[in-house]
């Protein structure tokens, strides 16, 4: 990820919601001696000097500042915004040219962000602007959205903290989810029982609430019969950066393939808008379950076909715990089992699938699942009669092998 600091950047701000942020404060202060960290909850005060800040946190220690390419301020949502500003103008003249801030808290400090000296040499990372609803607009207005985490939203910098209520949120959501969708389509997801007049009249109120909630930031055009979002605007949606993920690796091949997608499945902190139930967000819901669920089938394949077997186990485990009676995965686990010599729990895997289908559709598992059922019994006797036996001349678990057999 540090790959993607643009050379003319001298302050990096580290997107609170990024899951891996402590990993990558560590990824930074593991490059060596010419990083410097400070946390500025324990400072007294920031100030406006980078060396006296150090001093402070050091005990008297200042190490040669143009040697230091990287300056981490930790926890700096515990400092006043227009002294974090102050602080960053002041500390960038103590630097060389190529030394960077690298800003760690609980929010964007939107201050850093739009000050006008700040903002050409400021970078959000991870970086959200390869995959975006418009091509980047004169507009400072940047929506950044987490439908997979949470349903968190940013507006340039600033999270949305109170939505007031449920249907200003599912309809910001609905609108950016679709990107470009019919008035009457809306009417009918969120009004279906309304007269058109009384459709469009709540419609109006609550596109103006959502409009208050970002800020007052417009993020919907109405255009020859559709809304879409305003070019005026710049959206980042996370469910959008997966779906284009899962595209390009469906063209690409060998690593590029495992690494694309790898970071799709990095997108999905949690289930889509997992706190709401409305008609369209669980249809939406499985939508993307179904497809998250072949994306990592297909990563496990990737990695089984590289020799990563543990991985491919675990990914393969993890797309049965969202339908836990798919038979092609189910077989998959048990080759994988097979494979790296685990015949017992190839077994379990089988013993309960198979339970599952009895009980809830009254039918067996496929011929084939039963046939490497029989494969994994077989490997179980041979390793068992392989084994002494015990002290007491009684056999040991190679007599119960018989009992874990599937029958047809």
Known sequence: MMGEIDPGCRIVAIDPYFTHARLLLNNFLDIGEDVIYLDCSVLDELGTSLSSAIQEFYNGHLPDLQSIRFILLDHIDSVVQSDLVHF??????????????????????????????????AQILPSVNHVRHNELSASRHQIIVHAFNGGRVLVDGRSVEDWGGALPYNLFFYLVDKGMVKRQDIFDTFWPGFTNKEATNVFHVTKRKVRKILYDVDIYKYNNGFYRISPDVDVYYDVMHFTQLVQDANVAEGDRKIALLEQAVQLVHNRFLHT???????????????????????L???KRKAGQLNAALGLCARA?????AREDVIMRIMELYLEIGMPADALSAYNLVEKRLVERYGIPPGRALRELADEAAAMLDGSQQDEPEDDDGTEGAASRADENKPTD
Not at 98 to 114: A, E, N, S, T
Not at 320 to 324: E, F, G, I, T
Request: aromatic fraction near 8%; glycine fraction near 4%.
């Open 88 to 121: 960053l103008k002041a500390g960038l003249q103590e630097l060389n040219t190529l030394g960077r801030f690298v800003l760690f808290g609980r929010r964007l400090p939107y201050d850093v962000l739009h000050d006008a000296n700040l903002e050409p040499i």
């Open 276 to 298: 709401a139930d409305e008609a369209w967000i669980v249809e939406r819901r499985q939508q993307l379950e179904y497809a998250l669920s072949d994306l990592l089938i297909d």
């Open 300 to 302: 496990a394949d990737s």
């Open 320 to 324: 049965l715990s969202m339908n836990d």
